[in-house]
């Protein structure tokens, strides 16, 4: 049986047994309603026969009945009630008028009838009969047994209370036949009622469940399609109404992405095969057959033998035993343990390092065979020494600062100390304390720049859009752009250009270059700002139409000190410190220049992304503080 069928059977059921179940509590409350409203009815009745006979019953003190005497009271009362008229016609009209009740009947203390709507039962001793209280409190399956089981008569009966004392007690007969034909006809239209509602509530709910799982079959031609590699074309404004839609145009977008991946899949393949060639280092990675599945290039140089060969075969395939490299690396396989930079011999007399390490990965083991040029590996040592080397400059720049600035700091103290002790001290003497207490701050100056421009920084890293940044240098610079006629013109684009970047700080290496293209047009002229994204960077581009840069001093331009403004008091430091702040963010700067024509700077960073990838992934927009060494 198919799933849809089995669905659209149980969800039938369940509004049957629904339905079902509804339909039998309101047939059982039919059947209480009216055998609770006959026995009310019954009660009324005794109680109204029960008033009549109290409030009919004559004062047997003025009549020539002996009150002293019990028994003569009793046999009056008895005559009385037998010959009241007013009670003769309420017992008679009890069984007339209210068809459930079968007889009515008042009896004294000994059980015999003094008034019976059947008249040859008068006098007679009126047998006991089942409590109608017994139909009223059983529960629907017995009331129903009760009711419709052959038929019996049911007393409900009130005690009689007559002058004072109990005197018998009235009956009513309550006939099953009687009430049987009274509470058939409305069982039978609630039983047909509910048959009908069972019957279309049946019809309804295979129909909707037909309905609403209908669109089960063309999800599953879907999802064939969309395993397939096949996106159906959809409609997203017609699929959007409904769950079915919704599922849809899902299924659809899950079609286009696996589509997308598989693209992206091969194109990743591409790229790890161009990876692959490009690797100084040679990889072999194993499957847990020991089968070549993947192999770079450089295996090429190592073995003598071309990557087609490789790829699908087994270990004992490309290494022989009879070679040094081959004897190891089958040990290795056979013993499956790892091998950690050993050196042996390759065939072409090179000696080669060789490292072999084994993955579990999902219960199986997979192989990952390194060889390295032992060559390459002095080199690389090599650089990171030179790298190591070349940082010790900048370390031995902040030691000797440090230990420079305590005797300028004492020298600048005992120089203010004698000058106020000379009270009288002569122009000469005085010119020349003050050209030392003149060099003496400036050589403190130095020292603080070397210390500043040498000291790690603390980035505080933020997500911010380029344009908005650009936008404040704008707005900080123009009044001092004005001053020297220059005009500040910002070209930026409507899109985005989300940068990570310490704000303050980039601030300050854009506003360095901005300040430097203003002072190099002192006759005036126009300063251009814009920026736009190329690829994986953003690059800010800001020319002057300057006089250019000098040929002489161009290879300098980023260093400390260099300066062409020494006459207006330029320090040398606005470059250098922009270049440094553009590589603490993982950036870049040069530029163009033509003599006579001007300059143009080229500010090169990450986009927000890919500074998220190199920062490790942290996708927040508020990057917690990080040391960032001197480079």
Known sequence: MRRKTQIVLAITFLVAALVSSFSYIYVSEILRQRVTSAHETANHLNSELAHIAASELPDFTSTHVDTSKPAKVRRAIDDYLATNFDLNTMVESVVTDWPIIYDA???????????????????????????????????????????????????????????????????????????????????????IFSGISIFLSLLLAAGLSHIALGPLERISRSLDSATAGHSEPVDEEDAGHDEY????????????????????FSALKDDVDQIMGNLQDGLMLFDRDSRVALVSASVERFLGRPRAELLGHAVEEIFKVDSSLGALVLAGFQERHSITQHEVESAGGRMVQVSLDFIQKRGSQIALLTLRDKESVRRIKDEVEKSRQMSFPGRTTRGVAHEVKNPINAIVLHLQLLQSKLKQIDPDTRRHMDIIGNEIHRLDRVVQILVDFTRPRDLHLEEVDLRRLLDDVVMLATPDAEQHGVMVKCALGPDPLSVKVDPDLMKQAVMNVVLNGVQAMPRGGKLTISARRDGDAVITE??????????????????????????????????????????WHYGSIDFETVEGQGTTFRLRLPVAEIRAETDGGNGRAVVPSLTVPNS
Do not use: W
């Open 105 to 191: 009947a008042i009896v004294d203390a000994d059980g015999k009838a003094i008034l019976h709507s059947i008249p040859n039962q008068i006098g007679k001793t009126v047998p006991d009969r089942p409590d109608f209280q017994i139909v009223q409190d059983a529960k629907f399956r017995k009331q129903l047994r009760l009711v419709y089981n052959p038929p019996t008569v049911y007393d409900v009966r009130i005690p009689l209370q007559l002058n004072g004392e109990a005197f018998g007690s009235i009956r009513l007969g309550v006939s099953t036949v009687f009430l049987k034909n009274e509470i058939t006809p409305r069982l039978q239209h609630a039983v």
């Open 245 to 264: 839609g919704l599922v849809t145009l899902k299924i659809a977008h899950l079609g286009r992405q696996m589509r997308d991946t598989r693209e992206i």
């Open 542 to 583: 800001i020319r002057d139409d300057g006089d250019g840069i000098p040929h002489e001093i161009q290879d300098k331009v980023f260093e400390l000190y260099c300066t062409t403004k020494k006459e207006k008091g330029g320090s040398g430091q606005g470059l250098a410190q922009t270049c440094k702040i553009l590589q």
